[in-house]
């Protein structure tokens, strides 16, 4: 790693882990954390979650680990060029979706619907809620016990209610602070990656085609590019090119503007970033396209007639699981009934959010389907 900037974060000035541990050896306070969810049962879960297209359905549609894994490449580059704690970046890119549920933000918002007497479900939350409380693989703790920084970083949004009750790391949004600039930055590269392996995965399932996507201006220019330079190319080629010089295009120009906002804000320290306004960015005309390709993708790939399909019958799935275990916990393997009993519906809500794809569907089957009498 190369030499970090005044206002990066340092593991050595860390604001600490819940519980207090020796230092490291041979590695950083960033690393541990890194390689503790690395570790993680909920990280391995993550192959089989997916994004858009249930994981059913094809190998090649992107996962979420395989999005996390993107995310975190990103991150590291940008954070290489701004002098940012290279590690740091990469615990967070990998530790941000831990928390989501089966079925991507269907899953999400069937189980937030169940949950809405009990607290509601938000996924950055549950991230926080697993990496604190849910793994089980270590004797002294619960949870992996990471560092204040990554754990400021997993949490990118949260509620005035919901702040309040999570002491130091909810001050941020009681105070209107920003966190630091790794987490500013692993929010905005998992935008960047969100938005453009959905265009890859979009094309590759045939909801969306390049004829309608030529009229965004982002997909449009490097389309125009690839095509000059090489007109012979085959449609996959061709898309995989193009895609590849969106995500270069947008990468250089955050470094560019993130530059630009730091030298005009001039942070002597990681707590003059949190007093300062968002300092991670894209240029206006940028962020401008970003957001016109992010209303593409809302109106002809999320809202597709075949996706709000999909999108019904995880809802369904959800709903169902919930209902049942909430009706009759017994229902439920041991170790949460048992749970259930001392945390309540919360209990439910950690079960169904762990679940893979794959797993929720075979757990519905087994609940409800008649020939597994």
Known sequence: MGDLAPYAARGETSRGRPLQEPPPDGRTEYQRDRDRIVHSTAFRRLEYKTQVFVNHEGDLFRTRLTHSIEVAQIARSVARNLGLN???VEAISLAHDLGHTPFGHAGQDALNECMREHGGFEHNLQSLRVVDHLESRYGAFDGLNLTFETREGILKHCSIRNAETLGALGERFLRRRQPGLEAQLAN????????????DDGLRSGLIDIEGLS???L?????????????DLRDRR???????????????????ESTDRIARAAPASIEEVREAPPLIAFGAQVHEEQQS???FLRERLYRHFRVARMAAKSRRIVQELFAAFHSDRRLLPPEFQGRADAEGVRAIADYIAGMT??????????????ENL
């Open 86 to 88: 290279e590690d740091l």
């Open 188 to 199: 905005l590269a998992d935008e960047l990656a969100y938005n453009n392996h959905d265009v």
């Open 215 to 217: 009229t965004e201006p």
């Open 219 to 231: 997909f449009r220019r490097h389309l125009d590019e690839v095509e000059r330079l090489y007109p």
């Open 238 to 256: 061709r898309i995989h090119e193009t895609v590849r010089r969106m995500i270069n295009f947008l990468v250089s120009d955050l470094i560019r």
């Open 293 to 295: 390709l992010k209303r």
């Open 357 to 370: 794809d794959r797993y929720a569907i075979l757990e519905h089957r087994r609940l409800f389907a008649i």
